[in-house]
C-alpha cells in the first residue's frame, strides 16, 4: 500500500479495517471457506478494498462511489448482482466509521476525479489501479464521454435535446448532464483543461496551494528560465505579493518552508528541472500548460512592440521564451497579427532556436502567400525535415513558380523528401511535371511510397486539367 496513506492512517486503523471487512465478506455473508477461497480474500480482496476505501476517504457516503464499488463487486470479483448493492452497503459501513474524512457527497464528484487524471493524460489502466476502480467501469464512462461528444458535435445540441435520445438518455440524467457539462467546458471554456491539469498538480503535491499560486510561480521560472536556483527562486517568490498569503498570513519561516517543499515536490514530478548549474527550468509538460495562462501578457508586449516598429524588440521576445510557451506564441502570431508581420517576426527566428521550432516555423509559413521566398530558400536546407516541409507548405500555398524547384527534389537522396516533393506537385497541380513524375511513378527503384505519392500526383493533375477545359 502506497506511503500515503500510511501517513493519513495509522496501521491499526488499516488492520482494523481488514478485520471488520472480513467479518462481512466471511461472517455476516457467509464467504466460501476452502483454503483457496480465503487466500484470494485475505490477500486480494480485502487489501484491494482497503486500498480503495482509503484512497476515496471522503466519497465513503457518495452514491455514486457506492455505485462504482457495486461494479467493482460484481464484475471484478465475480459478485451476483442481487447482492452487490446490500453487499457493498455492509462493507462501507466499517470503513465509514474508521477511516474519517468530510464527506463530499456531490455524485458528480467521483466523475471529476477520473476526468481529471484522464485529461492528465494518465492511462485508463493507471488511473484504475490509482483510484481503485474497476477497469471496465472506466472504459465504459470515457465511451459513454465520446458519444455525448460525437452526439453534441455532429447536431450542436443542448443538453436537454441529448436527454431525450434514446441512447443518450440510458446513461442516467446525472451522468449525462456531467458529461454533457465536461465536454460543453472542455471545448469553449478558455483555460479549462490547463486549470484541470493545474489542479491535479496541486492534489499530487498535498500542498495549500491554489491554482493562481502555482501559476504565479511557474511564469516566474519561466521569466527567469535558467537563472534562478531554488534560494533565488525563493527570494523571489516571497517578494511576490499574494501568493500563499491567504494561507501562510506573515510568518516568513512557513512561508519558505512551504515553498522549499513545492519546489522540491515539482522536482520529484518532473514539472520543473534543474539544469548542470542548478538553474530552475520548466519540463516540457509545465511550459505546455503554463504557455495559454502567459499568452494574453506576451501578446500584448509584442503589438506594444509592433505599433513602434520595433520587429527587434518583438523578435527578443520571441527568442526569451521556453521552446514550448514560443510555439504557442508563433501560432498566436498567426491568427492575431498581420500577415506581413508574422511573416517578418517568423523569418526573424528561422533558425535560430531549434529544427522543432523551425518546421512549426514552416508549417505556419504554409498559410502566408507572401511566405513563398523564404520556403523556397528552405527547399535547398541541409536538414531533410526542414526540406521536406518546406515541400508541403509549398504545396499548400499552390504557388505553380515552386514547380522547377520541386521537380529537382523528386532527385532528392531522401525518401520522404521525395515523397513531399511529389506530394506538393500534385497540391500545386503542375503540368509542368508530368513526365518526371511519370518516370518516378514507373521507376521500381523507388520506394513504395514515392511510386504511390507520384502516382497520386499524376492523377490530381490530370483531374485539375479535366476541371479547367
Known amino acids: 500500500m502506497p506511503d500515503l496513506i500510511h501517513r493519513e492512517w495509522s496501521q491499526a486503523d488499516l488492520s482494523e479495517l481488514g478485520d471488520e471487512l472480513a467479518v462481512v465478506l466471511l461472517e455476516e455473508w457467509g464467504g466460501p471457506r476452502s483454503p483457496m477461497a480465503l487466500k484470494y480474500i485475505n490477500e486480494t480482496i480485502i487489501p484491494d478494498l482497503v486500498y480503495c476505501f482509503c484512497h476515496n476517504a471522503d466519497l465513503l457516503t457518495n452514491v455514486t462511489f457506492s455505485e462504482i464499488l457495486q461494479w467493482k463487486l460484481k464484475n471484478q470479483f465475480a459478485n451476483p448482482s442481487a447482492v452487490v448493492a446490500d453487499l457493498a452497503k455492509d462493507l462501507l459501513a466499517p470503513a465509514q466509521k474508521i477511516i474519517k474524512r468530510p464527506q463530499l457527497v456531490d455524485p458528480k464528484e467521483p466523475w471529476r476525479r477520473i476526468f481529471r487524471l484522464w485529461i492528465c493524460d494518465e492511462s485508463l489502466p493507471s488511473i484504475a489501479e490509482r483510484m481503485g476502480y474497476p477497469l471496465d467501469y472506466l472504459d465504459l464512462l470515457i465511451l459513454r464521454f465520446k458519444k455525448v461528444k460525437g452526439f453534441a458535435l455532429n447536431h450542436r445540441i443542448s443538453l436537454l435535446e441529448c436527454l431525450q435520445n434514446f441512447e443518450l438518455r440510458d446513461f442516467g440524467q446525472e451522468q449525462l448532464s456531467f458529461l454533457y457539462q465536461f465536454h460543453t467546458s472542455l471545448t469553449g471554456e478558455p483555460l479549462f483543461k490547463e486549470r484541470l491539469i493545474l489542479e491535479q498538480v496541486i492534489i499530487d503535491l498535498g500542498l495549500p496551494l491554489q491554482v493562481p499560486d502555482l501559476v504565479a510561480l511557474l511564469e516566474i521560472i519561466h521569466t527567469h528560465e535558467g537563472h534562478l536556483d531554488e534560494d533565488d527562486l525563493i527570494s523571489s517568490l516571497g517578494e511576490v505579493s499574494g501568493i500563499l498569503g491567504s494561507v501562510l498570513g506573515s510568518s516568513t ?38 504557455a495559454n495562462f502567459l499568452l ?33 506564441l508563433l501560432a498566436w502570431t498567426l491568427d492575431e497579427l498581420k500577415e506581413e508581420q508574422a511573416l517578418e517576426l517568423h523569418k526573424s527566428i528561422l533558425k535560430k532556436v531549434s529544427r522543432r521550432v523551425d518546421i512549426y516555423l514552416i508549417k505556419g509559413l504554409a498559410s502566408i502567400p507572401e511566405a513563398h521566398e523564404l520556403l523556397l530558400k528552405c527547399l535547398s536546407d541541409n536538414d531533410s525535415l526542414i526540406r521536406a516541409n518546406a515541400c508541403q507548405a509549398l504545396g499548400q500555398l499552390k504557388n505553380k513558380a515552386a514547380t522547377f524547384s ?50 497520386t500526383a499524376l492523377r490530381k493533375i490530370e483531374s485539375a486539367n479535366f476541371k479547367g477545359q
Open 253 to 290: 519561516g512557513q512561508r519558505v518552508n512551504l515553498f522549499s517543499c513545492v519546489i522540491d515536490g515539482l522536482t520529484t514530478m518532473h514539472y520543473i528541472q534543474k539544469n548542470k548549474a542548478g538553474k530552475l527550468t520548466l519540463s516540457e509538460k509545465s511550459a505546455q500548460t503554463i
Open 406 to 455: 520541386l521537380i529537382q527534389l523528386l532527385k532528392d537522396p531522401v525518401v520522404s523528401v521525395k515523397e513531399m516533393a511529389a506530394q506538393a506537385l500534385g497540391d500545386i497541380g503542375a503540368s509542368a511535371a508530368v513526365k518526371e513524375l511519370g518516370r518516378v511513378a514507373e521507376d521500381y527503384g523507388e520506394s513504395v511510397n514515392v511510386r504511390e505519392r507520384a502516382r
Open 296 to 328: 494574453p501578457k506576451l501578446g500584448d508586449q509584442l503589438k506594444s512592440a509592433l505599433i513602434v516598429q520595433d520587429f527587434e524588440r518583438a523578435r527578443g521576445i520571441l527568442l526569451s521564451q521556453n521552446e514550448e510557451v514560443l510555439i504557442k
